[in-house]
């Protein structure tokens, strides 16, 4: 690589940094897009799905629309669903959510994360203002009053008017500008299976909330779908080790009859759960973006939207600033997004924490207010709309 010197330096190459790199390298700028980490390619028909999936909001969708990546995404394996289900083992608590309550053909659609980010790095391919280093990572960061550099683990150093770190939740960037975080482990562990059904593709995601946590069924393209087993963190790991035919018939046993029969596992994994936010987004001549601002508790589906609002937000913070690095402009973004951030993060602690009691004073309050939100059309509009993205 002949060229050190650019606009944008962009770490992390998954599907928020990748998004973030299309559409600067779109609008003109010299972007260089860093990722240390194979990209995945196109799906074939035969490719295994991805076990880590997004339920993309409209708005979303847009945004991936507006990049040229959406076609490319549509016509391989998604599922819209226009229905969502929230209800309370506990209880009498049921509502949902109907597309046509918020005026949309859907809610949104089930994508596969690795097959939204082999989309935009498709795109990329195509944009010659962006220049993709792979298989290196940053070692040192040196920011100045008028621009910033980065040392790469290969040898080369580049220089820039902005870093945009992208890089995750352990960000190297965010540590690199000694940027402080906020960090809550819910002591909870996420279980995901990729399974095959009795039922074809259905039109609904649902979530059922019991005292250990959340079940969720999000449907995938054909007779799959991707199941989330929310517990205990240690029963997690204990449920890691047994066979498939062990897990399939514990499935069958504790997830509810609306899921039908379950044909087989095809891959399984687990994570921990926690929420972080970092006490800053944006630094001298940084700034960032994603899940290297901020976690969130995944049991809405919303990690990856809050993302693409974040880079949404910059692009229109950056667009008419006259220095891409402009504190300026980076606090706008940071005004901007914050709020909306927390806001989200608290409502996913009142989930969590707000369904595992199971006092039956607090039992029946919530079931008040979930049938609130059911037979209220306003509130149920609200909430659909808020999240579908409509801030």
């Known amino acids: 690589m002949n060229q050190t010197t650019f606009d944008v330096l962009v770490v992390g190459g998954g599907m928020v940094g990748a998004s973030v790199a299309l559409a600067l390298g779109q609008s003109g700028w010299q972007v260089a897009l860093i990722e240390d980490k194979p990209v995945p390619e196109m799906p074939s028909a035969d490719t295994p799905f991805d076990l880590r999936v997004s339920a993309l909001s409209p708005t979303s969708i847009a945004f991936?629309?507006?990049?040229?990546?959406?076609?490319?995404?549509?016509?391989?394996?998604?599922?819209?669903?226009?229905?969502?289900?929230?209800?309370?083992?506990?209880?009498?608590?049921?509502v949902t959510f109907d597309c046509a309550d918020i005026g949309l053909p859907a809610l949104g659609h089930i994508v596969e994360n690795?097959?939204?980010?082999?989309?935009?790095?498709?795109?990329?391919?195509?944009?010659?203002t962006i220049t993709c280093l792979?298989?290196?990572?940053?070692?040192?960061?040196?920011?100045?009053?008028?621009?910033?550099?980065?040392?790469?683990?290969?040898?080369?150093?580049?220089t820039a008017d902005l870093v945009i770190g992208a890089d995750g939740a352990q960000?190297?960037?965010?540590?690199?500008?000694?940027?402080?975080?906020?960090?809550l482990d819910y002591r909870t562990g996420a279980q995901v299976f990729s399974v095959i059904t009795e039922y074809p593709q259905q039109d609904i995601?649902?979530?059922?909330?019991?005292?250990?946590?959340?079940?969720?069924?999000?449907?995938?393209?054909?007779?799959?779908?991707?199941?989330?087993?929310?517990?205990?963190?240690?029963?997690v790991r204990t449920r890691q080790s047994w066979t498939d035919d062990q897990l399939l018939a514990r499935l069958h046993a504790e997830f509810p009859a609306e899921l039908g029969r379950i044909v087989a596992i095809e891959r399984h994994g687990h994570f921990p759960?926690?929420?972080?936010?970092?006490?800053?987004?944006?630094?001298?001549?940084?700034?960032?973006?994603?899940?290297?601002?901020?976690?969130?508790?995944?049991?809405?589906?919303?990690?990856?939207?809050?993302?693409?609002?974040?880079v949404m937000a910059l692009l229109d913070c950056l667009k008419d600033a006259d220095d891409l690095g402009s504190r300026r402009a980076l606090k706008r973004y940071e005004r901007l997004r914050r709020a909306d951030n927390l806001i989200t993060q608290s409502g996913m602690d009142v989930f969590h924490y707000g369904f595992r009691l199971q006092n039956p004073i607090l039992?029946?309050?919530?079931?008040?207010?979930?049938?609130?939100?059911?037979?209220i059309p306003p509130i149920r509009k609200a909430v659909g709309q808020f999240a579908s993205g409509q801030r």
């Open 363 to 375: 039992v029946h309050l919530r079931n008040l207010g979930l049938s609130a939100v059911a037979h």
């Open 273 to 310: 759960i926690r929420r972080m936010h970092a006490d800053r987004y944006q630094a001298e001549r940084v700034v960032l973006v994603g899940d290297a601002a901020h976690t969130i508790h995944p049991l809405a589906g919303q990690g990856v939207n809050l993302g693409f609002y974040d």
């Open 171 to 183: 960000s190297w960037v965010r540590q690199a500008a000694a940027i402080d975080i906020q960090l």
């Open 114 to 128: 690795g097959l939204i980010q082999a989309a935009l790095w498709r795109k990329i391919a195509d944009v010659d």
């Open 205 to 235: 995601t649902w979530q059922r909330f019991t005292a250990h946590g959340p079940q969720a069924f999000l449907p995938l393209a054909g007779n799959r779908g991707s199941l989330v087993w929310y517990d205990d963190l240690d029963a």
């Open 134 to 158: 792979r298989e290196t990572s940053p070692v040192a960061m040196n920011v100045a009053t008028d621009r910033a550099s980065l040392a790469l683990s290969s040898g080369e150093t580049l």
């Open 64 to 94: 991936l629309d507006a990049l040229g990546v959406w076609p490319l995404i549509r016509h391989q394996r998604t599922a819209p669903y226009r229905r969502m289900r929230v209800w309370d083992q506990a209880g009498s608590g049921d």
